[in-house]
């Protein structure tokens, strides 16, 4: 069942089911598991908010307001720049594993592999802050926002990539200088550059109203 809630979290993020109403039956048929493993598939990811149950009808992916995703943006900017602070004042990072997966980003050659180096990255980042609680927070982040995050790609995913593997590599040297202004600075520029496009495809009039993401 693991497998199958994986699967299906990222199809849900890449946006294969839209904003349609989902089935257990249709899950079950298309992953190829029994309907009791495509229902425990969908409670999962309605327990972490990708999914809300629509009464006698199934699952919809659920949509979220600008102002939720900007919260969201903002917290993960707090958090994460608590985490760099940790790590430079404590001076106890390990940069090994970190610069194993920026290398590896280069590698990508899809949207859902540009999508998972970028979460690697900064999970490990948060990881070695050793601050309780950062990777979860950001994990539950992820899964509340990934739909748009995933939007965000898709524009230009070479683009994204490689503007987002740059500014991880300024945000390591920084680390390394021990400059946490810098650095703080890079991770500002690194996350909030997603707030443009939040922005531009939502506009003004849906502000205020559920976002959804398969919209054009």
């Not at 509340?144 to 590599?169: M, V, W």
């Not at 680390?175 to 690194?190: F, N, V």
């Not at 496009?197 to 939502?202: P, Q, V």
Request: charged share 30%.
């Amino acid at each position: 069942m693991a497998d199958i809630s994986e699967k299906l979290k990222m199809d849900i993020l890449e946006g294969r089911f839209g904003d349609e109403i989902i089935s257990e039956s249709e899950i079950a048929a298309q992953y190829s598991v029994s309907r009791s493993s495509s229902k425990d598939a969908l409670v999962k990811l309605t327990h972490i908010g990708m999914l809300s149950s629509v009464p006698r009808c199934g699952y919809k992916p659920v949509s979220r307001t600008y102002r939720e995703y900007l919260d969201m943006l903002r917290i993960r900017l707090d958090i994460e720049s608590m985490c760099v602070r940790e790590i430079i004042r404590n001076n106890s990072f390990d940069f090994t594993k970190l610069e194993k997966i920026w290398q590896n980003g280069a590698q990508a050659k899809s949207l859902r592999e540009t999508f998972l180096y970028n979460r690697a990255f900064h999970k490990e980042l948060s990881k070695q802050s050793g601050i309780t609680y950062a990777e979860t927070v950001l994990d539950d982040i992820d899964n509340k926002c990934g739909r748009f995050f995933f939007r965000y790609y898709s524009i230009d995913y070479p683009s994204a990539l490689e503007k987002g593997r740059d500014n991880h590599r300024l945000l390591m040297e920084s680390i390394r200088k021990g400059d946490e202004k810098e650095a703080c600075s890079i991770l500002q520029k690194d996350i909030m550059t997603i707030q443009e496009e939040l922005e531009r495809l939502i506009g003004p009039a849906k502000k205020n109203k559920a976002y959804e993401v398969s919209d054009n």
